[in-house]
């Protein structure tokens, strides 16, 4: 059984920074996509950042270019997403969805992932 869980997540100022971790299991393969989404208050689910190790790629949104990170650590599989600079618009819940097969050009669709987190709240504000 497949299982994606998702720390970290919190209260931030605008300026400041958090690090979101998520860790899937269950797969067959070592290789397989990790996304992370976020839905802000009463808007639709946002593709953020992508790090597949399939093909190796890895994709941001134009939104958080320059001040998000992805990275993965190959000893545990643990995904995480380095949060620099964030303003109140990254104010969202933040979800890790993951799957086996490569998403290219299409990682930012949310309906191509089928193992999702439970979402992690995270608020920039003042």
């Known amino acids: 059984e497949v299982q994606v869980v998702e720390f970290g997540g919190g209260w931030v100022q605008p300026g400041g920074s958090l690090t979101l971790s998520c860790a899937a299991s269950g797969f067959t393969s070592d290789d397989y996509a990790i996304a992370w989404f976020r839905q802000p208050p009463g808007k639709g689910l946002e593709g953020v950042s992508c790090l597949s190790t399939i093909d190796g790629r890895i994709d941001y949104a134009d939104s958080v270019k320059g001040r998000f990170t992805i990275t993965r650590d190959n000893t545990n599989g643990t995904v995480y997403l380095q949060m620099n600079s964030l303003t109140p618009d990254d104010t969202a819940i933040y979800y890790c969805?993951?799957?086996?097969?490569?998403?290219?050009?299409?990682?930012?669709?949310?309906?191509?992932?089928?193992?999702w987190g439970q979402g992690t709240q995270v608020t920039v504000s003042s």
């Open positions: 969805a993951a799957d086996p097969l490569p998403k290219e050009h299409g990682w930012h669709l949310y309906h191509l992932y089928d193992y």
